[in-house]
């Protein structure tokens, strides 16, 4: 009588160890799986950001040369507005001369 006693009470056990033992694997499937998916993300994120910080560091250069060669147009305008400089340039460039003055002709080679 002990026998069959004993025998109904050891298979219920072991059923439900085996439902726990799936129930521990599954979750540790699933956590394995965000993990990985996490680790993915986490890498490629970071491919994304150095892309990004490249990118970035390019533009500013691009702008710094941008308002540099801004500045340097603002000066030649400031120094459009000066009569002397307007003069200096008609000159050199273009030959031209105040009716008073006499042109000095170096050696052409």
Not at 10 to 38: E, Q, Y
Not at 42 to 48: E, K, R, V
Not at 58 to 85: F, G, H, M, S, W
Request: aromatic letters at 8%.
């Amino acid at each position: 009588m002990r026998n069959s006693s004993v025998d109904r009470h050891s298979s219920p056990t072991s059923k439900s160890n085996a439902g726990g033992r799936r129930r521990i694997m599954i979750w540790l499937l699933s956590l394995a799986a965000f993990g990985s998916w996490a680790i993915f993300t986490f890498f490629s994120q970071g491919m994304i950001m150095a892309d990004r910080s490249e990118q970035l560091t390019q533009k500013e250069k691009q702008k710094q040369a941008a308002t540099q060669t801004e500045q340097q147009l603002q000066t030649e305008v400031n120094r459009l507005k000066d009569p002397e400089y307007i003069g200096e340039i008609a000159r050199s460039k273009y030959g031209l001369y105040k009716p008073e003055e006499t042109p000095i002709i170096g050696e052409q080679k």
